[in-house]
Protein backbone atom coordinates (compact mmCIF):
# COMPACT_ATOMS: atom_id res chain seq x y z
CA UNK A 1 0.00 0.00 0.00
CA UNK A 2 1.48 3.31 -1.27
CA UNK A 3 1.52 5.94 1.42
CA UNK A 4 -1.15 8.04 1.89
CA UNK A 5 -1.59 11.48 0.33
CA UNK A 6 -0.07 13.86 3.29
CA UNK A 7 -2.09 17.20 2.73
CA UNK A 8 -5.36 14.67 2.12
CA UNK A 9 -4.90 13.38 5.21
CA UNK A 10 -3.89 16.66 7.19
CA UNK A 11 -7.31 18.43 5.39
CA UNK A 12 -9.52 15.25 6.02
CA UNK A 13 -8.53 15.54 9.74
CA UNK A 14 -9.27 18.74 9.80
CA UNK A 15 -13.03 18.17 8.54
CA UNK A 16 -13.60 15.07 11.07
CA UNK A 17 -12.07 17.04 14.44
CA UNK A 18 -14.80 19.73 12.98
CA UNK A 19 -17.57 17.89 12.48
CA UNK A 20 -17.22 16.01 15.64
CA UNK A 21 -17.05 19.30 17.41
CA UNK A 22 -19.72 20.70 15.85
CA UNK A 23 -21.84 17.70 17.29
CA UNK A 24 -20.62 18.23 20.31
CA UNK A 25 -21.91 21.82 20.28
CA UNK A 26 -25.04 20.99 18.48
CA UNK A 27 -26.07 18.91 20.99
CA UNK A 28 -25.34 21.29 23.94
CA UNK A 29 -26.80 23.79 22.50
CA UNK A 30 -30.00 22.00 21.50
CA UNK A 31 -30.93 22.88 25.49
CA UNK A 32 -31.26 26.66 24.77
CA UNK A 33 -33.95 25.86 22.12
CA UNK A 34 -37.26 27.60 23.73
CA UNK A 35 -39.38 24.24 22.77
CA UNK A 36 -39.63 20.90 21.47
CA UNK A 37 -39.63 21.34 17.62
CA UNK A 38 -36.67 23.44 17.77
CA UNK A 39 -34.69 21.58 20.65
CA UNK A 40 -35.61 18.74 17.87
CA UNK A 41 -34.63 20.33 14.99
CA UNK A 42 -31.24 21.35 16.32
CA UNK A 43 -30.41 17.57 17.44
CA UNK A 44 -30.71 16.38 13.82
CA UNK A 45 -28.14 18.86 13.00
CA UNK A 46 -26.17 17.44 15.73
CA UNK A 47 -26.90 13.66 14.81
CA UNK A 48 -26.58 14.88 11.10
CA UNK A 49 -22.82 16.11 11.94
CA UNK A 50 -21.79 12.63 13.81
CA UNK A 51 -23.09 11.21 10.95
CA UNK A 52 -20.08 12.58 8.45
CA UNK A 53 -17.67 12.68 11.36
CA UNK A 54 -17.69 8.39 10.90
CA UNK A 55 -17.58 9.06 7.00
CA UNK A 56 -14.42 10.98 6.95
CA UNK A 57 -12.64 8.79 10.20
CA UNK A 58 -13.75 5.55 8.11
CA UNK A 59 -12.05 7.25 4.97
CA UNK A 60 -9.08 7.95 7.23
CA UNK A 61 -8.69 4.86 8.77
CA UNK A 62 -8.83 2.93 4.63
CA UNK A 63 -5.92 5.39 4.40
CA UNK A 64 -4.06 3.21 7.13
CA UNK A 65 -3.74 6.68 9.33
CA UNK A 66 -5.63 6.59 12.74
CA UNK A 67 -8.33 9.65 12.94
CA UNK A 68 -7.38 10.80 16.30
CA UNK A 69 -3.42 11.26 14.93
CA UNK A 70 -4.82 12.67 11.91
CA UNK A 71 -7.29 15.49 13.96
CA UNK A 72 -4.76 15.89 16.41
CA UNK A 73 -3.40 19.41 14.72
CA UNK A 74 -6.34 20.59 14.81
CA UNK A 75 -7.65 20.15 18.48
CA UNK A 76 -6.17 23.19 20.40
CA UNK A 77 -7.35 26.02 17.54
CA UNK A 78 -10.91 24.70 16.93
CA UNK A 79 -11.35 24.06 20.78
CA UNK A 80 -10.38 27.22 21.24
CA UNK A 81 -13.01 28.70 18.95
CA UNK A 82 -15.65 27.06 20.28
CA UNK A 83 -14.54 27.91 23.84
CA UNK A 84 -14.07 31.71 23.51
CA UNK A 85 -18.08 31.57 20.96
CA UNK A 86 -19.87 30.02 23.68
CA UNK A 87 -23.35 30.97 23.04
CA UNK A 88 -25.27 32.41 25.70
CA UNK A 89 -29.18 31.84 24.08
CA UNK A 90 -30.93 30.29 21.22
CA UNK A 91 -30.44 32.63 19.00
CA UNK A 92 -26.86 33.57 19.89
CA UNK A 93 -26.94 29.40 18.72
CA UNK A 94 -28.78 29.80 15.76
CA UNK A 95 -26.46 32.82 14.25
CA UNK A 96 -23.36 30.81 15.55
CA UNK A 97 -24.30 27.57 13.59
CA UNK A 98 -25.34 30.51 10.49
CA UNK A 99 -22.60 32.01 10.62
CA UNK A 100 -19.57 30.12 11.33
CA UNK A 101 -20.98 26.78 9.50
CA UNK A 102 -21.38 28.61 6.56
CA UNK A 103 -17.89 30.34 6.32
CA UNK A 104 -16.62 26.45 7.27
CA UNK A 105 -18.62 25.35 4.66
CA UNK A 106 -17.63 27.99 1.81
CA UNK A 107 -13.72 27.84 2.42
CA UNK A 108 -14.06 23.97 2.50
CA UNK A 109 -16.00 23.60 -0.61
CA UNK A 110 -13.24 25.78 -2.49
CA UNK A 111 -10.61 23.60 -1.04
CA UNK A 112 -12.41 20.50 -2.08
CA UNK A 113 -11.27 21.28 -5.83
CA UNK A 114 -7.82 20.20 -5.06
CA UNK A 115 -8.90 16.97 -4.61
CA UNK A 116 -9.36 13.94 -7.02
CA UNK A 117 -12.65 12.65 -7.61
CA UNK A 118 -14.20 10.44 -5.20
CA UNK A 119 -12.05 12.09 -2.02
CA UNK A 120 -13.50 15.26 -3.48
CA UNK A 121 -17.10 14.17 -3.21
CA UNK A 122 -16.64 12.81 0.21
CA UNK A 123 -15.79 16.63 1.71
CA UNK A 124 -18.21 17.82 -0.41
CA UNK A 125 -21.21 15.14 1.12
CA UNK A 126 -20.44 16.31 4.46
CA UNK A 127 -21.33 20.12 4.00
CA UNK A 128 -23.83 21.00 5.94
CA UNK A 129 -27.32 20.35 4.52
CA UNK A 130 -28.68 24.13 2.93
CA UNK A 131 -32.27 23.11 5.29
CA UNK A 132 -30.19 23.59 8.21
CA UNK A 133 -29.18 27.33 7.11
CA UNK A 134 -32.40 27.52 6.13
CA UNK A 135 -34.07 27.05 9.51
CA UNK A 136 -31.43 28.96 11.16
CA UNK A 137 -31.96 32.60 8.76
CA UNK A 138 -35.52 31.73 9.15
CA UNK A 139 -35.26 31.68 13.80
CA UNK A 140 -32.73 34.67 12.69
CA UNK A 141 -35.49 37.08 11.12
CA UNK A 142 -38.12 36.16 12.96
CA UNK A 143 -36.50 37.20 16.24
CA UNK A 144 -35.70 40.81 14.07
CA UNK A 145 -39.48 40.64 13.22
CA UNK A 146 -40.53 40.91 16.72
CA UNK A 147 -37.49 42.96 17.83
CA UNK A 148 -36.22 44.82 15.74
CA UNK A 149 -33.59 45.76 18.00
CA UNK A 150 -32.22 42.33 18.22
CA UNK A 151 -30.61 42.92 14.77
CA UNK A 152 -27.51 44.93 16.40
CA UNK A 153 -26.93 42.25 19.05
CA UNK A 154 -26.55 39.69 16.84
CA UNK A 155 -24.63 41.32 13.78
CA UNK A 156 -22.36 42.25 16.32
CA UNK A 157 -22.37 38.40 17.77
CA UNK A 158 -21.97 37.30 14.24
CA UNK A 159 -18.56 39.57 13.97
CA UNK A 160 -17.18 38.56 16.65
CA UNK A 161 -17.69 35.36 15.40
CA UNK A 162 -15.84 35.77 12.21
CA UNK A 163 -13.21 37.78 13.87
CA UNK A 164 -12.42 34.47 16.25
CA UNK A 165 -12.93 31.92 13.39
CA UNK A 166 -10.14 34.28 11.00
CA UNK A 167 -7.91 34.58 14.40
CA UNK A 168 -8.07 30.37 14.90
CA UNK A 169 -7.91 29.85 11.46
CA UNK A 170 -4.02 31.38 11.02
CA UNK A 171 -3.25 28.94 14.34
CA UNK A 172 -5.31 25.88 11.77
CA UNK A 173 -2.32 27.01 9.08
CA UNK A 174 0.53 26.64 11.36
CA UNK A 175 -0.67 23.65 12.66
CA UNK A 176 -1.59 21.76 8.96
CA UNK A 177 2.09 21.82 7.56
CA UNK A 178 0.96 23.64 4.66
CA UNK A 179 -1.93 21.24 3.84
CA UNK A 180 -4.09 23.38 2.92
CA UNK A 181 -1.77 25.37 0.90
CA UNK A 182 -0.71 22.79 -1.06
CA UNK A 183 -4.56 21.96 -1.82
CA UNK A 184 -5.36 25.44 -2.99
CA UNK A 185 -2.44 25.78 -5.24
CA UNK A 186 -3.51 22.27 -7.23
CA UNK A 187 -6.47 24.41 -8.82
CA UNK A 188 -5.67 25.59 -11.46
CA UNK A 189 -5.08 29.61 -12.21
CA UNK A 190 -5.63 30.04 -8.90
CA UNK A 191 -5.88 33.62 -6.86
CA UNK A 192 -5.74 33.33 -3.49
CA UNK A 193 -7.00 36.67 -3.19
CA UNK A 194 -9.70 36.46 -5.75
CA UNK A 195 -10.89 33.36 -3.47
CA UNK A 196 -10.94 35.03 0.02
CA UNK A 197 -13.18 37.98 -2.09
CA UNK A 198 -15.56 35.14 -2.76
CA UNK A 199 -15.50 33.77 0.36
CA UNK A 200 -16.42 37.33 2.17
CA UNK A 201 -18.90 37.99 -0.82
CA UNK A 202 -20.52 35.01 0.44
CA UNK A 203 -20.43 35.63 3.99
CA UNK A 204 -21.71 39.31 3.17
CA UNK A 205 -24.80 37.91 1.16
CA UNK A 206 -25.69 35.42 3.94
CA UNK A 207 -25.53 38.05 6.65
CA UNK A 208 -27.70 40.18 4.29
CA UNK A 209 -30.12 36.71 3.29
CA UNK A 210 -30.74 36.69 7.74
CA UNK A 211 -31.65 40.45 8.21
CA UNK A 212 -28.41 40.99 9.70
CA UNK A 213 -25.54 44.33 9.60
CA UNK A 214 -22.21 43.86 8.03
Not at 55 to 75: F, K, S
Not at 82 to 109: C, M, N, Q
Not at 135 to 148: G, L, M, S
Not at 172 to 198: C, H, K, M, S, Y
Request: zero cysteines; aromatic letters at 6%; proline letters at 5%.
Amino acid sequence: MSAPDPALVDLLGLVAYGELLAFDRLAADARLAPDLPRRAALSEMAAAEIAHYRWIADRITALGVRPDEAMAPYVEALQAYHDSTEPKDWLEAVTKAYVGDGISDDFLREIAHGLDGPDRQLVLDVLHDSRYAEFAAAEIRAAIEADPRVANRLSMWARRLVGEALSQAGRVAAADRGALTVLIARREAVDVPALFRQLTDAHTARMTAAGLNN
